[in-house]
């Protein structure tokens, strides 16, 4: 057994809050520059040559990368062998939450009810998906979530007569129908199988890959390939105006599912594509 | 890249007749932010036939919720929001006088009619640009709604905010003219 402190917790959540908004990973800015060479249209390599320098400005001058420094959302890998002390461990991300978003002078866009629609004023409650598992570590990552791409994300329960087809065709039509409003390029996570609410997860959690890191299944390896090459020729292009780059990558989980069911989510992110994490 | 056009507020006539989808276009002037909430409450006072916080005439409002300021800054990061949850709101304060938009994404047949009746242009910025985009603007002050926060209505002096035309007076539509010029079959 291993004793974490919640204090600890708190601090560490604090840092990554702060750095994941500032600082864009290198795998995303890479894509970016990759994506400069192969740009067919003026005004959408003009658009990338903005995302590149704002994104150099960020974390030359710490500054937010993007206005929507979003809805916290963290994963936490608990290894089973750990003992926390000294508080409620959702309170101390909560507060490490709290106050990565005050000093990092970061965007509080949290509301305290969905209907009321009052800010919290402090990013709180954070979205916390806790699993359990082997060791006595603790991993935190945090994937703070802009509005503009979550609201262009979807989760259809398809037939399974559908099939891999059916698939791919609601990809397409999901990016088509974002157009601008998620900022493409864009990175797409999509969730197959499982339940309603698991291959959501899927599609979420697919976002955390790098850019470039390809599924294990030579299958799902190749689809993600194919959607990619597919998304591209959709001509929706940076921020919507058109042109070749439209996602930087697609990323598949796949899941077990029911006899009856073909599940499947489409997670949009935006290119700020931020995650950070930290191992306790 | 083509040649980018200066512009100052407030907007004319003749200003937005000369801006045509794809151009580039440097903003000086004084724009005012205004994303979902701030809207609500601003098209609530058109209903009433109440003043609204600020004489929209001629006016560019720009759909935005900026990062808190560090000290010494004027303004933190300050890129768009998704324009089309403004969809429902845009036509009546261009009713109103308002002569242009800035934000991302598409908007809607009705904002667009609302336009080329009034003749407003809507401009696209580059999303996820805030830390970039914040350079341009030289002074922030909140005028209205203080209690929305990152939401309040804010009059930002701006100097050469970069810009495109994505949605003109005629009709023109860069989003659509865009896929049909590189979407592949």
């Not at chain 1, 600082?23 to 959408?44: I, N, R, T, W």
């Amino acid at each position: 057994m291993r004793e974490i402190k919640t204090d600890t917790i708190t601090d560490a959540v604090r840092q990554i809050v702060m750095d994941a908004a500032t600082d864009l990973g290198d795998d995303v800015v890479a894509a970016l520059k990759a994506a400069k060479k192969v740009e067919k249209s003026p005004v959408g390599l003009d658009i990338l040559n903005q995302i590149i320098d704002n994104a150099k400005i960020a974390r030359d001058e710490k500054a937010p990368m993007c206005q929507d420094t979003g809805y916290a959302v963290l994963f936490v890998e608990l290894g089973q062998d750990v003992h926390i002390t000294g508080g409620d461990f959702e309170e101390a991300i909560n507060e490490g939450v709290r106050r990565g978003y005050k000093d990092g002078y970061l965007r509080k866009s949290v509301l305290g009810d969905p209907i009321e629609r009052k800010n919290t004023g402090d990013n709180t409650p954070a979205i916390i998906h806790t699993q359990i598992v082997p060791g006595d570590k603790m991993k935190i990552t945090i994937a703070p979530k802009g509005g503009g791409s979550e609201n262009m994300s979807e989760v259809k329960m398809m037939k399974p007569s559908d099939g891999i087809e059916g698939v791919k065709s609601f990809v397409l039509d999901r990016v088509l129908r974002s157009g601008g409003n998620p900022c493409p390029p864009v990175i797409i996570g999509v969730g197959i199988g499982g339940t309603f609410e698991k291959c959501a997860m899927l599609a979420k959690k697919s976002l955390l890959r790098g850019v470039g890191d390809r599924h294990p299944n030579k299958f799902y390896a190749d689809l993600e390939l194919e959607l990619l090459e597919k998304i591209n020729k959709l001509g929706v292009g940076p921020q919507g105006l058109g042109g070749t780059t439209t996602a930087l990558d697609v990323h598949v989980e796949v899941h077990p599912c029911h006899i009856a069911s073909l599940p499947v989510a489409v997670n949009t992110q935006c290119h700020a594509a931020r995650h950070k994490e930290v191992v306790l | 890249m083509s040649e980018k056009k200066i512009i100052t507020t407030p907007l004319t006539d003749e200003t937005v007749e000369d801006l045509k989808i794809g151009d580039n276009v440097l903003i000086t002037g004084t724009i005012y932010t205004a994303r979902d909430a701030a809207h609500k409450r601003l098209v609530e006072l058109i209903d009433k036939g109440a003043e609204l916080p600020f004489d929209v005439k001629g006016q560019i409002i720009y759909f935005a919720g900026p990062t808190p300021p560090k000290p010494g800054q004027v303004i933190g990061s300050a890129g768009p929001t998704t324009s089309y949850r403004m969809n429902a709101y845009t036509p009546k304060l261009i009713g109103a006088g308002q002569k242009g938009m800035i934000g991302k994404g598409e908007m809607s047949a009705e904002v667009v009619e609302a336009m080329k009746k009034q003749k407003a242009v809507y401009f696209a910025a580059v999303g996820g640009a805030g830390a970039l985009i914040s350079k341009s603007i030289t002074a922030a002050e909140v005028i209205a709604y203080d209690d929305l926060g990152a939401e309040a209505i804010r009059k930002l002096t701006v100097k050469d905010f970069p810009a495109i035309v994505a949605l003109d007076c005629r009709g023109g539509n860069l989003f659509k003219e865009g896929i049909a010029k590189y979407g592949q079959k």
